[in-house]
């Protein structure tokens, strides 16, 4: 009878040993998913001055454009690591901006053709579709992990030792989902 007594508890503890190690899993495949898009949202915010300055020589009297984008870099990189919700609102608005910046280089073809240029914007084209990738990855990461968290019998484990749900990185305000308007 005590073996039988000792088993069950042994399969309870590798039970739980095993409910707990999958979560611990869950939240680093998401905290590891978070840092590959911070890594793409920092090369995009490091090209955003070499881009302004060479639209400025272009379009000088841009200026408010130019300044915008700038102060929302800002504004994005001024907010702190774990607040995905409020990055994610930031990072959108940042790219809204960037949009526009690239309607007004449309309006100057002297700045379409220039090599500086069209380098910079390749290279945000290509940072903009590994932000893309990197924000899927983050999402199905956090997917997995709050699906552990909520789900029996992992939801168990979850509460007492501290696992929580993580914030997705989406667009959360519906009009920031449409096209750049750019009026001269």
Do not use: C
């Not at 053709?113 to 390749?122: G, P, R, S």
């Amino acid at each position: 009878m005590s073996t039988v007594i000792g088993a069950i508890i042994g399969v309870a503890v590798l039970w739980a040993i095993l409910l707990y190690n999958g979560l611990v899993k869950a939240r680093q495949m998401a905290e590891e998913a978070w840092s590959g898009i911070d890594v793409q949202l920092k090369r995009r915010a490091d090209l955003i001055p070499n881009l302004i300055e060479t639209v400025k020589g272009y379009a000088a009297h841009e200026k408010t454009t130019l300044e915008e984008v700038v102060e929302l870099r800002n504004k994005a990189q001024a907010v702190p690591a774990g607040d995905v919700a409020t990055r994610g609102i930031a990072e959108n608005m940042l790219s809204q901006a960037l949009g526009r910046v690239m309607a007004i280089a449309e309006a100057y073809p002297d700045l379409k053709a220039n090599e500086n240029f069209l380098e910079l914007q390749n290279s945000l084209d290509g940072i903009e579709g590994e932000i893309q990738m990197a924000r899927r990855y983050y999402n199905g990461s956090v997917r997995d992990l709050n699906v552990k968290v909520e789900s029996f019998p992992s939801n168990l484990m979850a509460g007492p030792f501290g696992f929580t749900k993580k914030t997705y990185f989406e667009i959360a305000n519906e009009a920031d989902r449409a096209l750049p308007q750019v009026k001269f």
